[in-house]
């Protein structure tokens, strides 16, 4: 647990100190109607962080109230996602529909009250009878129906006597409350569709704010971590709660800022539009801030665990820099990742005074990592480098490889530039170059000086790969819509060059191709005949202002 304790473990702890419950349940309770993304794995980490820190539990809920937009194959993913960052979920997943039937009950509890009535007023007028934040709503004239009608009604309403929008269930609370949310809310609407699980058993379901509230309690849970735009429905919770008379001890709920992250969409509605619409090739594009497509562009569980426990906790909404999340991620493949050579745009270079071929036996690690493990690189007389470590005509300060300067092949030796091969347009197609025998890296007494070292391949053993080099989704800091999406965050690369060990040994799935970035196998479209590597991050923050 980290040192500073945040508001929500402080009202945990309080809450344990004086004894108002036995054992900390928390929950995550999605509705299955999207893939889960960054904004829910910080959910996750808050609630089944908090039930570890506290020896409780947490529960993976299903939030299945809306049966037009829901389905089994997002409650795999969010049960993968879940499972990938680490928690584990007491039981089965669980689902509010698994609770209809004792929803119901407690529905026609509150009827036989006196404290829900059944009204039929057409949705403009319950628009209007609302009335505003300045101004009191008025009561349906319903709402003066005896408890022997509303039980009528509502039993036939779960009959499927009625359409749909006929007939609602409301609590009846207060037309005239400051909060506007506790003027008569919904408590069921009427909705003759196909449910994923509860199939057509049902033809009534209830509203979140009654769903909700009564599954928590269900459920045994102790804190109801949601986000602060449920601040104003907290009333209707605790109403639903008190009026009831459960039995104790029932939970609460605690609201804290919603992840918010810049040129990221994370609305399940948005992202649902770029997956139809094949903006993106599905929920798990790497480009995609869904734990899925994070997974696929090989971020790590730790970066994303790390990020979530960086930005903290708030009580006010903020937007958190999307440079952050690349920090993380930089930051934990530093200490892990192998360092290999791969030249995405090569250029041939011949070095004419070298004959045969060696094996050179490098570190896959720089120093400061600790961790062991070297390969064999093979040279010879033909190596490729990238395209931009050349050139001809230098700008001041340029450090790699031209006509007049030296440059260092990376755990090899000196090369200096003898001749420029152009072809027809003037393109560079060749490079004749030298070598100096004395200035192997790690013994080099060559004396030569040079300013920089570059990654190479060698001719005869490098292998070909295809390279995904992502860049933002969206151009725009604050993105609303397709309209936003950057038309250059995908670029592939056919024909890289790299190091026959990365294909071969195979020590790692994520690598530090040298001077590049880092770069993940994807899980997908990962083959022996076109290996693809995703590239997850660039070395440094490229998006620096
Ligand atoms: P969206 O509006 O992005 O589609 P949602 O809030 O409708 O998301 P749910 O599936 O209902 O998504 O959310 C499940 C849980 O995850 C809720 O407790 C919700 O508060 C939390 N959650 C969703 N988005 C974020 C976010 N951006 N930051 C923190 N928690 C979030
Ligand atoms: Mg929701
Ligand atoms: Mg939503």
Redesign the pocket.
């Known amino acids: 647990m980290s040192e500073h304790k945040d508001f929500l473990r402080v009202i945990v702890e309080e809450d344990l100190k004086e004894n108002k419950y036995q054992e900390v349940i928390t929950r ?4 299955p109607n ?1 893939f889960p ?1 960054i ?2 794995a ?2 996750i980490c808050i609630n089944f962080g908090i039930a570890r820190d506290y020896n409780g539990f947490c529960n993976l809920r299903m ?1 299945d109230t809306n049966p037009t937009t829901e389905d089994t194959k997002y409650v795999e993913a969010l049960k993968d996602a879940v499972e990938w960052l680490g928690f584990e979920y007491k039981d089965e997943v669980k689902y509010t529909s698994d609770y209809f039937p004792k929803i119901y009950e407690y529905a026609v509890e509150l009827i036989k009250m006196g404290k829900a009535y059944v009204d039929s007023i057409t949705e403009e007028q319950m628009k209007e009878f609302r009335g505003t934040v300045t101004q009191a709503g008025k009561r349906s004239e319903f709402a003066s129906r005896t408890i022997e009608e509303n039980l009528d009604l509502f039993e036939r309403m779960k009959n499927g006597e009625f359409k749909d929008g006929e007939h609602v269930l409301r609590a009846k609370i207060d037309m005239s409350a400051s909060n506007m949310k506790m003027r008569d809310p919904l408590l069921y609407r009427i909705r003759h569709a196909h449910h994923f699980r509860t199939q057509n058993q049902w033809c009534i379901y209830p509203m979140y704010d009654f769903a909700h509230c009564l599954s928590d309690y269900i459920e045994g849970v102790t804190h109801s971590i ?2 602060l735009e449920f601040e104003n429905n907290r009333d209707i919770y605790d109403w639903v709660l008190n009026e009831l008379n459960l039995t104790p001890p029932r939970p609460y709920q605690h609201e804290f800022a ?3 992250i810049n040129y990221t969409v ?4 948005k992202l649902l539009e770029l997956v139809n619409g094949n903006y993106v090739s599905g929920w798990d594009d790497p480009r995609m801030p869904t734990i899925a497509g994070l997974k696929r562009r090989g971020y790590t569980k730790d970066s994303i665990i790390n990020f979530c426990d960086q930005i903290g906790i708030a009580k006010a909404n903020s937007m958190v820099d999307v440079s952050q999340l690349e920090f993380c991620i930089r930051d934990d493949l530093n200490t892990k990742a192998p360092r290999v050579m791969c030249v995405l745009d090569p250029i041939k270079v011949t070095i004419t005074n070298y004959e045969g071929s060696e094996d050179i036996e490098a570190s896959y690690y720089p120093h400061d990592v600790p961790k062991e493990g070297s390969r064999k690189i093979p040279f010879s007389n033909v190596v490729y480098i990238e395209r931009e470590d050349f050139s001809e005509n230098p700008v001041k300060g340029y450090n790699r490889l031209t006509p007049n300067q030296a440059v260092r092949l990376r755990h090899a030796y000196i090369i200096t530039c003898e001749e420029i091969i152009k072809d027809e347009n003037g393109k560079i197609i060749e490079i004749k170059a030298l070598y100096n025998p004395n200035s192997k890296s790690g013994n080099d007494t060559s004396g030569i000086k040079v300013k920089s070292a570059i990654q190479w391949v060698d001719a005869n053993n490098c292998k070909k790969i295809e390279v995904r080099l992502y860049d933002r989704l969206y151009k725009n800091e604050a993105p609303e819509g397709l309209e936003d999406l950057n038309p250059n965050s995908l670029s592939i690369i056919k024909d890289a060059l790299i190091e026959p060990a990365v294909i071969t040994d195979k020590v790692d799935e994520r690598f530090q191709f040298e001077r590049q970035g880092y770069f993940y196998a994807d899980p997908i479209d990962y083959s022996d005949e076109i290996p693809v590597f995703n590239k997850i991050v660039g070395l440094k923050d490229s998006w620096a202002k």
């Not at 995550?28 to 509705?31: K, L």
């Not at 994370?266 to 509605?269: N, T």
């Open positions: 995550f309770p999605p509705e999207g993304h904004g829910h910080k959910s939030d949601c986000t919603r992840l918010g994370m609305s399940k509605r």
